[in-house]
Nanobody, 126 residues
């Protein structure tokens, strides 16, 4: 059973940066997709970014391209989301999710993931 724990959220001013971490335990992560999602008040859950732990390929939502970077550590136990040039509209609860890699997996779709963290608040405000 995978366990995912997010950390690094908080309050930041517009234009600032935060780095979220997702610590994953419970299985060998050589062939997993790890995704970051967010849910703002009154909005649907949105895919932010995802990464393949086997080949390191990444995907980003248009709204965060050029500002956010997803990466993993060499041990493949932690995935990071570096968020720069933050905007008030980035305010949301951020979740990381994981599921084994397989054919036809849509890493930006929350419905393809079975394992989720508890979520962490990110607030961008002056």
């Amino acid at each position: 059973q995978l366990r995912l724990v997010e950390s690094g959220g908080g309050l930041v001013q517009p234009g600032g940066s935060l780095r979220l971490s997702c610590a994953v335990s419970g299985d060998n992560l050589d062939y997993y997709y790890i995704g970051w999602f967010r849910r703002a008040p009154g909005k649907e859950r949105e895919g932010v970014s995802c990464i393949s732990t086997s080949v390191g390929s990444t995907n980003y939502a248009d709204s965060v391209k050029g500002r956010f970077t997803i990466s993993r550590d060499d041990a493949k136990t932690t995935v990071y989301l570096q968020m720069n040039s933050l905007k008030p509209e980035d305010t949301a609860v951020y979740y990381c999710a994981a599921d084994p890699e397989r054919k036809y997996f849509h890493c930006s779709s929350p419905y393809d993931y079975d394992y989720w963290g508890q979520g962490i608040q990110v607030t961008v405000s002056s």
